[in-house]
T-cell receptor
Framework: KAGVTQTPRYLIKTRGQQVTLSCSPISGHRSVSWYQQTPGQGLQFLFEYFSETQRNKGNFPGRFSGRQFSNSRSEMNVSTLELGDSALYLC???????????????FGPGTRLTVL | GNSVTQMEGPVTLSEEAFLTINCTYTATGYPSLFWYVQYPGEGLQLLLKATKADDKGSNKGFEATYRKETTSFHLEKGSVQVSDSAVYFCALSELVGNEKLTFGTGTRLTIIP
């Protein structure tokens, strides 16, 4: 089975621009979660989608948004980029059907976003 | 809210040494507990997990036991190798119908030959 894939792997943007990152989950997985990893804040949860619905959201400003398509692929969008948005953005997928947090999340390699 | 506290790093050990990385958690319910590993330039890989008290997760020589009484999930390995050099993250998942993971700060482990 193919793993979680994320595109692009690297991205350079300037302040004020917007960016869209893509994530393809493992086949059959219906839950996709996004995390931001920075040296200062560590790994922080952004949001989770299940069956095209946002099921949970972390404490990030409204500039961060996402969506999930009927094939479970997900995108996240960051508008009006700030220098502090430079980070590794990780996507994780899981079956999402246990409903009790016991599903293992499988991570992609991440997208490294640099904001200049 | 939920939180995970990990042993401060970095940790440097000689090959074949015994490894312990401490992890304690705070949670309102009965979370599942995980150890993930991140190699340079890569995403996170699940190392092991435990879903209830007294469960022991194990993989690749690593072990961790879910201790509810001490709210701990310490990672151990009897004999480390150079290839174990990586960053290790302890995490918990709430049993409230979602897939959110709460992570510790990570512990960078370097093994020298």
């Amino acid at each position: 089975k193919a793993g979680v894939t994320q595109t692009p792997r690297y991205l350079i943007k300037t302040r004020g621009q917007q960016v869209t990152l893509s994530c393809s989950p493992i086949s059959g997985h219906r839950s996709v979660s996004w995390y931001q990893q920075t040296p200062g804040q560590g790994l922080q949860f952004l949001f989770e989608y299940f069956s095209e619905t946002q099921r949970n959201k972390g404490n990030f400003p409204g500039r961060f948004s996402g969506r999930q398509f009927s094939n479970s692929r997900s995108e996240m969008n960051v508008s009006t980029l700030e220098l502090g948005d430079s980070a590794l953005y990780l996507c994780a997928s899981s079956p999402g059907t246990s409903g009790w947090g016991t599903d293992t999340q499988y991570f992609g390699p991440g997208t490294r976003l640099t904001v200049l | 809210g939920n939180s995970v506290t990990q042993m401060e790093g970095p940790v440097t050990l000689s090959e074949e040494a015994f490894l312990t990385i401490n992890c304690t958690y705070t949670a309102t319910g009965y979370p599942s507990l995980f150890w993930y590993v991140q190699y340079p330039g890569e995403g996170l890989q699940l190392l092991l997990k435990a879903t209830k008290a007294d469960d022991k997760g194990s993989n690749k020589g690593f072990e961790a036991t879910y201790r509810k009484e001490t709210t701990s999930f310490h990672l151990e390995k009897g004999s480390v190798q150079v290839s174990d050099s990586a960053v290790y993250f302890c995490a918990l998942s709430e049993l409230v119908g979602n897939e959110k993971l709460t992570f510790g700060t990570g512990t960078r482990l370097t093994i020298i030959p």
